[in-house]
């Protein structure tokens, strides 16, 4: 079945480690591709997104994505992680591109950022 | 001013109860959207309406009854409530463009005992 994938379930991290969460998917075509970030207590917000054009994606809060074609991927990371940064990270495709979000998430992952 | 508010956030309630989540978004959004995530935390779209019409409608049983009386508005009534309808759920909306991005409320969390 078609699907996305984030194999790490549970990071933990001491702080200004560096990060890389990985995520796979396996859709054909044109995918639009996202983190989403969901902190104790609050909802879920953007980090990043991938539409086209440079594979490697800037977000907020000194995040970054590759997006890999060959390889289905696009895998999160940040250099240096802070104890702020604890919180689910989510992967999202948009397989259809159609503009109305129908998103498949990953079952994300939960990172703890020890002080 | 919250862009995407839902209400209850939390909802305990019996089997066999009818319940329902409201939702209103001010971001001038033309779709919205009903999100369920489940205790092992996954994500997986319900329905999503575009200007008041109903453009996606995932598997889910028709206990679940969406409603949306405006675009910037997105009910969901749920019927005859079971103990696997506990989840969290999110409402989101976005504007139809294909480099759209979702904006969720912050979740209303349903216990069924």
């Known amino acids: 079945a078609q699907s996305v994938s984030q194999h790490n379930h549970h990071v933990i991290l001491s702080e200004a480690a560096s990060l890389e969460l990985g995520c796979n998917y396996s859709?054909?075509?044109?995918?639009?591709l996202f983190w989403y970030v969901q902190y104790p207590g609050q909802h879920l917000q953007l980090l990043l997104k991938?539409?086209?054009?440079?594979?490697l994606v800037k977000g907020i809060k000194g995040f970054e994505a590759e997006f890999i074609k060959s390889k289905f991927s696009f895998n999160l990371r940040k250099p240096s992680v802070q104890w702020s940064d604890t919180a689910e990270y989510f992967c999202?495709?948009?397989?259809?591109?159609?503009?109305?979000?129908?998103?498949?998430f990953g079952t994300g992952t939960r990172l703890l950022v020890s002080p | 001013d919250t862009a995407v508010s839902q209400t209850p956030k939390y909802l305990v309630t019996q089997m066999g109860n009818d319940k329902s989540i409201k939702c209103e978004q001010n971001?001038?959004?033309?779709?919205m959207y009903w999100y369920k995530q489940d205790s092992k935390k996954f994500l997986k779209i319900m329905f999503s309406?575009?200007?008041?019409?109903?453009?996606i409608n995932e598997t889910v049983p028709n206990r679940f009854s969406p409603k949306s009386p405006d675009k910037a508005h997105l009910n969901l009534h749920i019927n005859s409530l079971e103990l696997g309808d506990s989840a969290v759920y999110f409402c989101?909306?976005?504007?139809?463009?294909?480099?759209?991005?979702?904006?969720f409320g912050e979740g209303s969390r349903l216990t069924v005992l």
């Open positions: 989101a909306s976005s504007q139809v463009r294909v480099d759209g991005e979702l904006f």
């Open positions: 859709y054909g075509g044109t995918v639009n």
């Open positions: 991938y539409f086209s054009g440079d594979p």
């Open positions: 999202a495709v948009d397989p259809m591109n159609t503009g109305f979000q129908k998103l498949v």
């Open positions: 971001l001038g959004h033309d779709t």
């Open positions: 309406y575009n200007n008041k019409e109903l453009i």
